[in-house]
């Protein structure tokens, strides 16, 4: 292992960024820390059922890395908390569950795939409807779709039929098929056009409540 090698609990949330791991994780009690090779990983608890917070980079690559190790280590629970651009103005703020993703055949994810069989790449439908019921018992403004997982994230004025652009869930949901657990991606809708939004905000704001719900899946 190149960064992890301690047993896990089951249930994570993996983020793109160092500081975003450490406002999730301020809500954790027993809380450890695994940093290595650019990665921030937090161990605790909460409500006393223990739960992985760990940075996954920016891309696929980076985050196959990390995610291989985490389910290596015991991790069968993942929910991608990140960020996403969007093709709408008007959903600039809201969440986007990706129900299923595009890609260019020759993207980063074709080194888990070659020759000529392209994966159907979509997320655990439990994990995902629950999270979606959730969130909208909470009031929060959700909505699902497709995202295009780009290797690029500033070269994308092409795509036109995906409701979100971002790196890393198409990763996640390939190798979580192929080693056998359970995700899903929830993403901040924080771009448009190259126009950021401070998302760290809806982070601050809603990491009690992604907490609450991965403890409580299959309780």
Same mark, same amino acid.
């Given at each position: 292992?190149?960064?992890?090698?301690?047993?896990?609990?089951?249930?994570?949330?993996?983020?793109?960024?160092? =500081?975003?791991?450490?406002?999730?994780?301020?809500?954790?009690?027993?809380?450890?820390?695994?940093?290595?090779?650019?990665?921030?990983? *937090?161990? !605790?608890?909460?409500?006393?059922?223990?739960?992985?917070?760990?940075?996954?980079?920016?891309?696929?690559?980076?985050?196959?890395?990390?995610?291989?190790?985490?389910?290596?280590?015991?991790?069968?629970?993942?929910?991608?908390?990140? &960020?996403?651009?969007?093709? *709408?103005? =008007?959903?600039?703020? *809201?969440?986007?569950?990706?129900?299923?993703?595009?890609?260019?055949?020759?993207?980063?994810?074709?080194?888990?795939?070659? !020759?000529?069989?392209?994966?159907?790449?979509?997320?655990?439908?439990?994990? &995902?409807? !629950?999270?979606? $019921?959730?969130? %909208?018992?909470?009031?929060?403004?959700?909505?699902?779709?497709?995202?295009?997982?780009?290797? $690029?994230?500033?070269?994308?004025?092409?795509?036109?039929?995906? $409701?979100?652009?971002?790196?890393? &869930?198409?990763?996640?949901?390939?190798?979580?098929?192929? %080693? !056998?657990? =359970?995700? &899903?991606?929830?993403?901040?809708?924080?771009?448009?056009?190259?126009?950021?939004?401070?998302? =760290?905000?809806?982070?601050?704001?809603?990491?009690?409540?992604?907490?609450?719900?991965?403890?409580?899946? %299959?309780?």
């Amino acid at each position: 292992m190149l960064v992890i090698n301690q047993s896990l609990p089951e249930r994570c949330i993996i983020v793109e960024e160092p =500081e975003v791991v450490s406002i999730i994780s301020s809500n954790l009690t027993d809380v450890k820390t695994i940093s290595s090779r650019g990665y921030l990983i *937090k161990i !605790g608890k909460f409500n006393d059922i223990g739960v992985v917070i760990s940075s996954h980079g920016v891309g696929g690559p980076s985050t196959s890395l990390i995610l291989e190790e985490l389910i290596e280590n015991g991790v069968r629970i993942v929910i991608r908390y990140g &960020t996403a651009g969007t093709m *709408k103005e =008007e959903n600039v703020g *809201k969440y986007l569950i990706p129900l299923g993703v595009s890609h260019h055949i020759y993207s980063s994810l074709y080194q888990r795939i070659r !020759g000529d069989i392209i994966f159907s790449l979509f997320p655990d439908l439990e994990l &995902t409807y !629950g999270l979606y $019921d959730f969130l %909208k018992k909470n009031g929060r403004d959700v909505i699902y779709g497709s995202v295009f997982q780009s290797d $690029d994230f500033y070269a994308e004025s092409h795509i036109k039929s995906d $409701d979100g652009i971002d790196m890393e &869930t198409g990763t996640l949901y390939l190798v979580s098929r192929l %080693k !056998g657990v =359970e995700s &899903t991606s929830l993403l901040i809708l924080a771009n448009y056009k190259g126009r950021w939004i401070n998302y =760290e905000e809806i982070y601050k704001r809603d990491s009690k409540l992604i907490l609450e719900y991965i403890t409580k899946f %299959k309780q």
